[in-house]
């Protein structure tokens, strides 16, 4: 069912908002261990050195594929894990390295949407019971109150408020992922990690919770961190697009730059790998076809992390990393050659 | 039956490279009947790739599942006709299907784990239906699986033979799939859902290796996909799939530009390349139908934004819109061709 009572969207946020969500030198190691004395014997380096921040009001697109390392990133943005090194500031505040109750006083703030909905809903609790949750945790409300909200939230994402009653596996996965985005809002967060929401969803049922999410950020003034490897959502839904590969960013750009010119052979390569749903492009466009695939986050290649994949790669990609370059209107690329 | 097909011109006869008739498969569940399938007609030409469009649900891989009678029977029941090198392959006992199976229509799954057995290397894996199928030797055989792996561009095959498969990564997996359907050079080559658990560059590697083979090898593809852009990409023709019917079915290019079922037309509004960024994306109301009855409406109707009491009173039947565009739409039928069907 839509949710057109919603208030229509307003722009895209200004250029200038300010900064939510601070992210610098980001980097998150898990360290393998091995043999019988369980020795450490290396790291996974699935985030390596992330630099990027996060306007008020705006949605950041988060994209790369599988094993990238973009849902480590947004998991320890949220502070579900300690960071190895880099500094993440909220709202001014160096989140980092809090501990214990002052981490706790913060979750209300910042919240996750999980891919599978199946998966993030305990199948043993009423839909009520899981947006009631995080109020029973974080607010001192009464049950009155609690319940009244719940129906509001439920309303407020295109839930019967009558549902509450109900048990996940009475709804389907469009209506299964309203109710794991009713919970990541009871607490009025200000920003949110959307962490391939419709990647588990039909079409049709796709476009109904990007309508959602769109709609409540307008009405919420909601941020969101918006991961997902679904390129065309993105161009719809992004103000700002940030592109992984092996744990590091090699671009990031507004929206429309980055669709009308990628700068990064990683960048222009996936772009050219989506299937556009229209037979006349399809037939004349360019592919590039990358030769073999993501090479292990445990050891990967020496200076640039694309190059053995990448058409344009010479010697000095092999030796010297390239450093994020600034290019003039605010984009930056991590690439020798890209201008 | 309810639906009737058109009378199919003789050329679509003879060029058929499979043709099922009336295709409907049942399960029969502790908790009810899903009508799965209901009645699907279609064929695909010698050479050419069809792909069959449509969400989870619709019917559409139990539907290619039925051709070739690789569904567990009981819970599910195939009825209707399936017409492959001049026999009806329903009538096929066991034996004889399992023959047609392994060598002469190859499958390929979405997930290749599924179909590589993970305790046999995948030289051993390849080789079986060479000498079971085409009674070749072994060493014969093994050379022609190390033909079959570079074939569809595994480097160094000849060491690749001895692996087990899961030391090949996800797109590599998929490669071995295929090369595993095409074995014994099938006339038909079904892939349901090939490249959906593939990353997109990969994805890109596995359509570039799939244009590339049916130019060398010609033979017919089915290619099942929810992915528009892939059917655009790779499909000759395209049929559209909606609560276990067909319900638009037309070559690609006409699809696109001038689709005719209300269902396809929504699904290619909701397209977020046909919106403005940032604006509402026009979306399909409401939900896929449950299937726990035999349609005796049309499937689209609770969502569809042109009903009217037509479409709640019968099910419409599969009709030639324009040539070589058929479409199941009340809307889209002249009164007076409605009655010849009934």
């Given at each position: 069912m839509?949710?057109?009572v919603?208030l229509?969207?307003e722009?895209?946020?200004?250029a200038?908002?300010?900064?939510?969500?601070?992210?610098?030198g980001?980097?998150?190691?898990?360290?393998?261990?091995?043999?019988?004395?369980?020795?450490?014997?290396?790291?996974?380096?699935?985030v390596?050195?992330?630099?990027?921040?996060?306007?008020r009001?705006?949605?950041?697109?988060?994209v790369?594929?599988?094993?990238?390392g973009?849902s480590?990133?947004?998991r320890?943005i949220?502070?579900?894990?300690?960071?190895?090194?880099g500094r993440?500031?909220?709202?001014?505040?160096?989140?980092?390295?809090?501990?214990?109750?002052?981490?706790?006083?913060?979750?209300?703030k910042?919240?996750m949407?999980?891919?599978?909905?199946?998966a993030?809903?305990?199948?043993?609790?009423?839909?009520?019971?899981?947006?009631?949750?995080?109020?029973?945790?974080?607010?001192?409300?009464?049950?009155?109150?609690?319940r009244?909200?719940?129906?509001?939230?439920?309303?407020?994402?295109?839930?019967n408020?009558d549902?509450?009653?109900?048990?996940?596996?009475?709804?389907?996965?469009?209506?299964?992922?309203?109710?794991g985005?009713?919970r990541?809002?009871?607490?009025?967060?200000?920003?949110v990690?959307?962490?391939?929401?419709?990647?588990?969803?039909?079409?049709?049922?796709?476009?109904?919770?990007?309508?959602?999410?769109?709609d409540?950020?307008?009405?919420?003034?909601?941020?969101?961190?918006?991961?997902?490897?679904?390129?065309s959502?993105?161009?719809?839904?992004a103000s700002?697009?940030?592109v992984?590969?092996l744990?590091?960013?090699?671009?990031?750009a507004?929206?429309?730059e980055l669709?009308?010119?990628?700068?990064?052979?990683?960048?222009?390569?996936?772009?050219?790998a989506?299937?556009?749903?229209?037979?006349?492009?399809e037939?004349?466009?360019?592919?590039?076809?990358?030769?073999?695939e993501i090479?292990?986050?445990?050891?990967p290649?020496?200076?640039?992390?694309?190059?053995t994949r990448c058409?344009?790669a010479?010697?000095?990609?092999a030796?010297v990393?390239?450093?994020?370059?600034?290019?003039?209107?605010?984009?930056?690329v991590?690439?020798?050659?890209a201008q | 039956?309810?639906?009737?097909?058109?009378?199919?011109?003789?050329s679509?006869?003879?060029?058929?490279?499979?043709?099922a008739?009336?295709?409907?498969?049942?399960?029969?569940?502790?908790?009810?009947?899903?009508?799965?399938?209901n009645?699907?007609?279609?064929h695909?030409?010698?050479?050419?790739?069809?792909?069959?469009?449509?969400?989870?649900?619709?019917?559409?891989?139990?539907?290619m599942?039925?051709?070739?009678?690789?569904?567990?029977?009981?819970?599910?029941a195939?009825?209707?006709e399936?017409?492959?090198?001049?026999?009806?392959?329903?009538?096929?006992?066991?034996?004889?299907l399992?023959?047609?199976?392994?060598a002469?229509?190859?499958?390929?799954?979405?997930?290749?784990?599924?179909?590589?057995?993970?305790?046999?290397?995948?030289?051993?894996?390849?080789?079986e239906p060479?000498?079971?199928?085409l009674?070749?030797s072994?060493?014969?055989?093994?050379?022609?699986?190390?033909?079959?792996l570079?074939?569809?561009?595994?480097?160094?095959?000849?060491?690749?033979?001895?692996?087990?498969?899961?030391v090949?990564?996800?797109?590599?997996?998929?490669?071995?799939?295929?090369?595993?359907a095409?074995?014994?050079?099938?006339?038909?080559?079904?892939?349901d859902?090939?490249?959906?658990?593939?990353d997109?560059?990969?994805?890109?590697?596995?359509?570039?290796?799939?244009?590339?083979?049916?130019?060398?090898?010609?033979?017919?593809?089915i290619?099942?996909?929810?992915?528009?852009g892939?059917?655009?990409?790779?499909?000759?023709?395209?049929?559209?799939?909606?609560?276990?019917?067909?319900?638009?079915q037309?070559?690609?290019?006409?699809?696109?530009?001038?689709?005719?079922?209300?269902?396809?037309?929504?699904?290619?509004d909701?397209?977020?390349?046909?919106?403005?960024?940032?604006?509402?994306?026009?979306a399909i109301?409401?939900?896929?139908?449950?299937?726990?009855?035999?349609?005796?409406?049309?499937?689209?109707?609770q969502?569809?934004?042109?009903?009217?009491d037509?479409?709640?009173?019968?099910?419409?039947?599969?009709?030639?819109?324009?040539?070589?565009?058929?479409?199941?739409?009340?809307?889209?039928?002249?009164?007076?061709?409605?009655?010849?069907?009934?």
């Amino acid at each position: 069912m839509g949710t057109e009572v919603l208030l229509p969207r307003e722009g895209q946020p200004a250029a200038v908002a300010p900064p939510l969500v601070e992210v610098e030198g980001l980097t998150m190691h898990f360290p393998v261990y091995k043999g019988l004395l369980r020795r450490r014997v290396g790291a996974v380096r699935s985030v390596d050195g992330l630099t990027f921040e996060i306007r008020r009001g705006e949605t950041l697109a988060l994209v790369g594929e599988s094993g990238c390392g973009k849902s480590t990133a947004g998991r320890t943005i949220l502070r579900l894990y300690r960071p190895t090194a880099g500094r993440i500031r909220f709202a001014g505040r160096d989140i980092a390295t809090l501990e214990g109750e002052s981490l706790r006083t913060l979750r209300p703030k910042m919240q996750m949407i999980f891919q599978d909905p199946q998966a993030s809903l305990n199948p043993r609790m009423t839909a009520g019971a899981i947006v009631a949750e995080p109020l029973v945790e974080h607010c001192s409300f009464t049950p009155a109150q609690r319940r009244e909200r719940v129906r509001a939230l439920l309303d407020a994402v295109g839930l019967n408020p009558d549902f509450a009653s109900r048990y996940p596996h009475e709804f389907s996965g469009g209506q299964r992922q309203r109710i794991g985005i009713a919970r990541a809002l009871a607490l009025d967060p200000d920003f949110v990690v959307c962490d391939e929401p419709i990647a588990a969803l039909d079409v049709s049922i796709q476009a109904q919770v990007v309508n959602l999410l769109m709609d409540l950020q307008a009405k919420l003034g909601l941020t969101y961190l918006f991961i997902s490897h679904d390129l065309s959502m993105v161009r719809h839904i992004a103000s700002r697009v940030a592109v992984m590969y092996l744990g590091k960013m090699v671009e990031l750009a507004g929206v429309r730059e980055l669709f009308e010119s990628p700068k990064h052979p990683y960048t222009q390569a996936l772009l050219s790998a989506v299937p556009a749903p229209d037979p006349k492009i399809e037939a004349s466009r360019q592919r590039i076809i990358l030769k073999g695939e993501i090479p292990s986050p445990l050891s990967p290649p020496s200076g640039c992390r694309f190059r053995t994949r990448c058409p344009q790669a010479v010697d000095l990609c092999a030796r010297v990393e390239p450093e994020r370059r600034v290019l003039p209107g605010g984009r930056s690329v991590a690439c020798h050659f890209a201008q | 039956m309810r639906r009737q097909m058109n009378a199919p011109s003789a050329s679509d006869w003879e060029a058929s490279a499979l043709r099922a008739v009336a295709l409907k498969t049942v399960f029969h569940t502790q908790d009810g009947t899903i009508h799965a399938v209901n009645g699907v007609s279609f064929h695909v030409g010698e050479g050419e790739l069809l792909a069959v469009v449509g969400e989870s649900g619709s019917g559409k891989s139990v539907a290619m599942m039925s051709l070739v009678r690789l569904l567990p029977m009981p819970p599910a029941a195939v009825t209707g006709e399936v017409f492959f090198q001049g026999r009806d392959l329903m009538t096929l006992d066991a034996e004889e299907l399992r023959r047609v199976r392994g060598a002469r229509i190859g499958f390929v799954f979405q997930d290749p784990m599924t179909s590589l057995n993970p305790v046999f290397t995948v030289g051993y894996q390849l080789m079986e239906p060479l000498r079971r199928h085409l009674g070749m030797s072994r060493r014969r055989a093994r050379e022609r699986a190390v033909e079959l792996l570079e074939l569809v561009g595994i480097p160094s095959a000849a060491d690749r033979l001895d692996d087990y498969p899961h030391v090949f990564s996800g797109g590599m997996r998929q490669r071995v799939g295929i090369a595993m359907a095409l074995a014994c050079e099938p006339r038909v080559l079904i892939a349901d859902e090939p490249t959906t658990a593939l990353d997109v560059t990969v994805q890109a590697q596995i359509l570039e290796l799939v244009r590339d083979l049916r130019g060398r090898l010609g033979m017919a593809i089915i290619w099942v996909t929810h992915d528009l852009g892939v059917a655009a990409g790779i499909a000759d023709r395209i049929m559209v799939m909606y609560g276990g019917q067909v319900v638009e079915q037309a070559a690609t290019a006409d699809l696109f530009e001038a689709p005719r079922h209300p269902y396809t037309r929504a699904l290619l509004d909701t397209l977020p390349g046909r919106h403005v960024p940032g604006e509402r994306l026009r979306a399909i109301g409401g939900q896929p139908p449950l299937m726990l009855q035999e349609p005796a409406s049309c499937p689209f109707a609770q969502r569809c934004p042109q009903v009217f009491d037509r479409c709640l009173a019968a099910n419409p039947p599969l009709v030639q819109a324009a040539p070589g565009h058929d479409v199941a739409c009340w809307r889209e039928l002249p009164v007076d061709k409605v009655h010849h069907g009934h």
